[in-house]
């Protein structure tokens, strides 16, 4: 299947940008997975400040720049890739296509691109990656405890996959739809931790949910017990940021969970250039959060990002096509990248960064 | 009845934020009753700016700080509260439950915070805090004259309550709803002082209305008559705030009264800073106006408040199921504050105010 | 009559404010008509421009202030009002109610204060000032030439007008409504005097109308041949209102026409602080532009305006009841300057522009 | 035809300004030439911000200036021109009327005014020259290779056309809508010169389209080949504008193509006096983006543009009445832009930029 994927130029009638496949997507889905699909926290303020701060920047174009044999390439951690846009993890794929996480790891690797399969995922790691025919990037939930944590870490070590994403800012668990009876989080030991009994007048969140997550002694412990490239995802602050890769992580990833966690948080990309400032001379720096098209990608690049993570979209081609449609997907938004970039005058993601021409 | 009203957790299906209680509360209300709450004064403009102002400011997550064992506690005037979301003085509650102010104090003190009683409350102060069980806090308005008001203090202080919140922004008498017959202000002496008779020429305002409203010289002679902790309600210049603590009162309350008296004031928030600037180190400092939820209490403390007060949110719950409707209400916007306080890494108030996490 | 209209309180029911008398006086006027009042030139930003300016100034309250005894009086050229609202010259009032000029007129010195005839008045000036029984100000046009417009002039001067409002900002003739024939400009010497014959190639503004517009010299003129106080009306530029005291005139109007000039010139409200700061030592600066209420009125006097002229908010008035509308709309507007001094803390006019009371 | 055009007042009843004719035009043509008259990049964020970018930008009134005797002439290479207005190039001007560019030619000439011919007219470029009788101007877009280039500008410059504009801002061909059969770029040899075969895993972009895009080599070899006057249009970026003239172009156009090249990119207003502050000294600038009015061309001339580009306003001319329609569009705008000066005190087009009378 690999090869129609790869090659893949233009599937669906209609379809010009990633965008056009959400009006596929929907009437395939059940209301409520789309609702769980699209939703962002309490009344949106956190999704629209992503979409408002992408939108404030602005491409100033410059011509006549020889950009002759340019390419979207990238190594990362030594792995090279065709383009720098990843797949975010997202759970539960299979609640959008029957082939679930399986159908967008050969998409991503077809697309000579990566995915990041997610904790949450509904098919066991080791059939993604098979699926997939080469290494994916694994996205990790502190499983509670740092036993459980380490085991589910050490599975998708052993299945192949090639980099840890440290999820941290999410700790506490997200309401989540309604699974249907065979959609579950496949890969995680069941029971799940139980959360502490509480006293009266305990915090369900200090003296509950939050014992169960992770903090920064967790995460030197992790790094010493990880020798994978680690990344943290889910970073807004410098100090933070700094902390991060003081701690030996080599890289992390400029999030606020795509909106979906805490309402009222920034705009991720009002929150990247401080922490480009203060990490990017060491440290590998992922952007995530309302990617919809190359020319988002090119701002985020330009702003001081070495890649970006695109998250509903590539559900959006998943639901309407399956593999055909995530591949098209990443497909129309590496052209894109590639016409933002020749209209700008970069030939390749350094100049993008190295290029004057972001306009706020 | 408070062992109900402390242990609950959800009572109404469907509900999951105190706004989810406002579509239960209208259904309830005369549509007169209903424009009384929600309005505010002229085009609404103080209402928007308030709204404004809390979405302009925004929260940065910090993950992976150690809250274990967090809390919300706070200690205002020597009095131990399990939260900083005290409930705000609001005229005739009977309007919106026959319990009227009785319920919300019963659901504040079961729910281990505070409520300040209106001047204009529509049950006898010494009803309301016998079946709060509890010492309440009193809202005093200036009834004309120092006699007539000090009576009315007097009255407050000996029935039990434990501080006295003095309301200066709001001098001149509101239009109001037409009351029905069974609600008045029943704890006011009647007839109330009637307006000075006015010569040909003569203002309304200035001669009439201003001449009963109190000023400096009103309030350092109530600061002497007044041994309970004594709080100025409605300041918004910073001059104001320093003149206030300067004249010996305990605190004030940063408030632009819910954008219910003058169109095209600031929002509060914005006022705030400057006030925190000037005073915190030497009073107390609550704010009050718009808050609907807990990161909107969450802002207002990490911009330097002590404590926050809510208004219309809880007379939702009032209206649509009386004393549970209020003690659910708190416990939802505490359940937010604490989880945000989670998110952003602040284990408890003070950590709040110190957290570099406010982005704007 | 000026008995009811001195005395007036409150005429109409439901008319708690001015914009109140907007839906009254609609349905009482032709399509036309209406449209002629209400528009704005071009896309109506200037307009908007108006609104948002003021919109954007906000008042503090200050409470506390002893504003007992307070007033919103003041003296302008000798005379003393009771207070600062004046009403705008405004062409053609028999388009709107058969009493025309002479029924604002009668409203607004009967409330205490000034009205300024327009050169385009539908009723001869004589005939203004004996409805009114008192001095009237008198706005005029430039005629084309230094002879017609002095003795345009001279006339009003004549009949007992007090001071002489020289508008300049709208030179070239505005399209206007068909006028119904019993209305007219009947103090203008008819015909008027005809635009120059334009040769091929010439300008019809350059070499047309233009040619009939005053300049700095024609001002330089008419201050010579006036004794009276002289005023300008239209300047936004500080350079022009220095050039203009410079010149020896008494005062100035902030004015963008209401927006019925030029569509995308600035709020007339932002560029009154910089003619303040300049000119407001040596002259009298009255504001117009966009006042709607008394809060917008207090607004401009912060920023340093001596007095402001209401507009359109009279003529709805005006429509709506005649004479007692006018005076009707007069009231409403001082009480809620009043009101709004009240609670801005501040007692008459010197202590608003002093009180640090807008947050911009 | 050249007398009516040049006489012309007003044709069109109900047309007072170049956007009346929208909607004349629109009933005219076929929904998909309407939309790709019309329609902007992507979701049209760049056409807003051409929008937003003008209204900005605002006009302060200069009264009492002399201004009789005013014009808006001006010179252009040696060539007078009555006023700065010209046409800028459009393709297929077929497609919105069956006169097509010789009717917009004609109209240019006959205001006394320029019109741009683009390289994708859909008449020949010398029956388009002689319907106007004038030297006209001449868009020139790059052929693929220099030879095929060359040979079109040489073919523009022996019909008589007077300066070549070549623009660079749109390098890769623009979806454009399914041509009629009886319209085409009949001036382009056909068949354009192929794209160069793919390898696997190149790119379409950077190995395909921009193969055939020019380089600044290329524009050098252009300046050296072509002696008449040399502008390039599509600048936003003040360093390539400052390389553009040092490579000896005599000017530039600051320009996004209307918005239809790159979505996100800035409003070409934005970018203006950046690059006039840069080389304004030295070259020729002209603004194309967004003017809708003489207001418009007002704000870009006080900005620091010579002269500025008309773009859709005068296609709606054209569909809705030929060459009249144009003349008439551009003797509006013509219009609007004098009585805008002489509201501003400014009697020629270098009073307009030495004016303090933009504000921001």
Same mark, same amino acid.
Request: proline share 5%; with cysteine; net charge negative.
């Given at each position: 299947?690999?090869?129609?994927?790869?090659?893949?130029?233009?599937?669906?009638?209609?379809?010009?940008?990633?965008?056009?496949?959400?009006?596929?997507?929907?009437?395939?889905?059940?209301?409520?997975?789309?609702?769980?699909?699209?939703?962002?926290?309490?009344?949106?303020?956190?999704?629209?400040? @992503?979409?408002?701060?992408?939108?404030?920047?602005?491409?100033?174009?410059?011509?006549?720049?020889?950009?002759?044999?340019?390419? &979207?390439?990238?190594?990362?951690?030594?792995?090279?890739?065709?383009?720098?846009?990843?797949?975010?993890?997202?759970?539960?794929?299979?609640?959008?296509?029957?082939?679930?996480?399986?159908?967008?790891?050969?998409?991503? @690797?077809?697309?000579?691109?990566?995915?990041?399969?997610?904790? *949450?995922?509904?098919?066991?790691?080791?059939?993604?990656?098979?699926?997939?025919?080469?290494?994916?990037?694994?996205?990790?939930?502190?499983?509670?405890?740092?036993?459980?944590?380490?085991?589910?870490?050490?599975?998708?070590?052993?299945?192949?996959?090639?980099?840890?994403?440290?999820?941290?800012?999410?700790?506490?668990?997200?309401?989540?739809?309604?699974?249907?009876?065979?959609?579950?989080?496949? @890969?995680?030991?069941?029971?799940?931790?139980?959360?502490?009994?509480?006293?009266? /007048?305990?915090?369900?969140?200090?003296?509950?949910?939050?014992?169960?997550?992770?903090?920064?002694?967790?995460?030197?412990?992790?790094?010493?017990?990880?020798?994978?490239? *680690?990344?943290?995802?889910?970073?807004?602050?410098?100090?933070?940021?700094?902390?991060?890769?003081?701690?030996?992580?080599? /890289?992390?990833?400029?999030?606020?969970?795509?909106?979906?966690?805490?309402?009222?948080?920034?705009?991720?990309?009002?929150?990247?250039?401080?922490?480009?400032?203060?990490?990017?001379?060491?440290? &590998?720096?992922?952007?995530?959060?309302?990617?919809?098209?190359?020319?988002?990608?090119?701002?985020?690049?330009?702003?001081?990002?070495?890649?970006?993570?695109?998250?509903?979209?590539?559900?959006?081609?998943?639901?309407?096509?399956?593999?055909? /449609?995530?591949?098209?997907?990443?497909?129309?938004?590496?052209?894109?990248?590639?016409?933002?970039?020749?209209?700008?005058?970069?030939?390749?993601?350094?100049?993008?960064?190295?290029?004057?021409?972001?306009?706020?």
């Amino acid at each position: 299947m690999s090869e129609p994927l790869a090659k893949l130029q233009s599937t669906a009638p209609g379809v010009h940008t990633a965008a056009d496949y959400l009006s596929f997507a929907q009437p395939r889905l059940t209301a409520e997975t789309w609702h769980y699909l699209e939703g962002g926290s309490g009344s949106g303020m956190a999704m629209q400040a @992503n979409r408002h701060a992408l939108d404030a920047a602005r491409i100033i174009t410059r011509p006549l720049a020889d950009v002759r044999g340019g390419s &979207t390439k990238l190594k990362l951690f030594g792995q090279q890739f065709e383009h720098p846009l990843l797949l975010a993890p997202i759970a539960y794929q299979r609640l959008f296509h029957h082939q679930g996480e399986a159908a967008s790891a050969m998409a991503a @690797n077809a697309q000579c691109g990566q995915m990041v399969v997610s904790s *949450l995922a509904s098919q066991t790691l080791e059939s993604i990656i098979e699926a997939a025919g080469q290494a994916l990037w694994f996205q990790l939930y502190w499983q509670g405890d740092r036993q459980r944590t380490l085991q589910l870490a050490k599975r998708a070590i052993a299945a192949g996959y090639g980099a840890i994403l440290f999820t941290v800012d999410a700790p506490v668990k997200q309401a989540v739809m309604q699974l249907p009876e065979d959609v579950s989080a496949v @890969n995680l030991e069941q029971p799940a931790l139980p959360l502490p009994a509480l006293h009266a /007048g305990q915090s369900s969140v200090f003296d509950g949910w939050m014992v169960q997550a992770p903090d920064w002694d967790d995460l030197a412990w992790l790094r010493d017990e990880i020798s994978l490239p *680690l990344l943290v995802k889910g970073v807004l602050h410098a100090d933070d940021a700094e902390k991060i890769i003081n701690a030996g992580c080599d /890289g992390l990833v400029v999030s606020n969970h795509g909106g979906r966690v805490l309402d009222g948080v920034p705009g991720s990309l009002e929150m990247l250039p401080k922490i480009v400032q203060r990490v990017s001379a060491k440290a &590998t720096i992922l952007f995530d959060s309302g990617i919809r098209n190359g020319q988002d990608a090119f701002k985020a690049l330009a702003l001081g990002a070495d890649a970006v993570m695109i998250g509903r979209p590539y559900i959006w081609g998943l639901a309407a096509s399956g593999a055909l /449609g995530v591949a098209h997907v990443i497909r129309l938004m590496r052209d894109e990248l590639e016409m933002t970039m020749a209209l700008a005058g970069t030939k390749d993601l350094p100049a993008i960064r190295a290029g004057k021409c972001i306009f706020k």
